[in-house]
């Protein structure tokens, strides 16, 4: 399966935007706001991840996100039953399902979708009869990836932390292994969505996978518009991306 260059979409997770309006209290600066803005900027879609300990984004934001924001909107969830109730109520385009735990800063790898088969599966079922489509954030594994594909699952995004924090031959071996990865997915009839620790350094080897048709980029986008602005982060980030993809070429 090959995807042309035109199909690789950009989704902006604005979650620490929201992070450091909650350091000090109030309604600035505004989540929301900043979705508009990186919309206009380029970005295809808004990422949010709502804790369970609500440490960011809050519920009121992802309310206001889907009535505002005129771009598909990705809601991050845990496999919980509040979180569930939260998704069917706001309808968004897509859930997210990711592995949370209370005492972790980031989310630190991907889900295991063979061991909390069960469980996912359910939510994966209810998300679906609601029409919407279901993500998993999972390593790129065979077994997981074809667990993604059996419970129903409509995308997969890997997770590109590994690969991000290596170095060298190593970052080359973990590049190598999400591109198996995304074909595989593509294989499989799985959306191959890509994320997590993506930088101006590290994007371009990714955006030229040919089976990943989007990429979800948050912290460093929003650290990186303190010093440049969010939309001329975001433009820059786009073009990085389009560059790769239309050059074909994978390397690290």
Do not use: W
Not at 72 to 99: G, S, Y
Not at 147 to 156: K, T, Y
């Amino acid at each position: 399966m090959t995807v042309s260059a035109e199909t690789l979409r950009l989704g902006v997770n604005i979650d620490h935007v929201a992070t450091v309006r909650n350091a000090r209290g109030g309604v600035h600066p505004d989540p929301v706001d900043a979705a508009m803005m990186a919309i206009e900027a380029g970005a295809d879609g808004i990422t949010a991840h709502l804790r369970e300990d609500r440490r960011h984004i809050r519920d009121d934001d992802i309310a206001r996100l889907k009535a505002t924001i005129t771009r598909p909107l990705n809601f991050e969830m845990a496999a919980t039953e509040e979180m569930l109730k939260i998704a069917l109520e706001h309808a968004p385009n897509a859930a997210c399902i990711v592995p949370e735990r209370r005492e972790e800063v980031t989310t630190e790898g991907g889900l295991d979708v063979i061991t909390h088969r069960p469980r996912i599966e359910m939510i994966a079922t209810a998300l679906r009869a609601k029409g919407i489509r279901v993500s998993l954030f999972v390593e790129a594994d065979q077994a997981q990836l074809e667990a993604s594909a059996a419970i129903g699952a409509d995308i997969i995004e890997l997770h590109t932390g590994r690969y991000c924090h290596a170095e060298g031959s190593e970052r080359a071996s973990e590049l190598a292994r999400l591109a198996r990865g995304a074909g595989i997915a593509a294989d499989l009839g799985l959306e191959c969505h890509a994320g997590h620790g993506l930088g101006f350094d590290t994007v371009a080897p990714v955006a030229a996978i040919p089976q990943v048709v989007e990429l979800n980029i948050g912290h460093f986008l929003i650290g990186e518009a303190i010093m440049l602005g969010l939309g001329p982060a975001c433009r820059k980030m786009r073009l990085l991306m389009d560059q790769a993809r239309s050059g074909g070429q994978i390397s690290a």
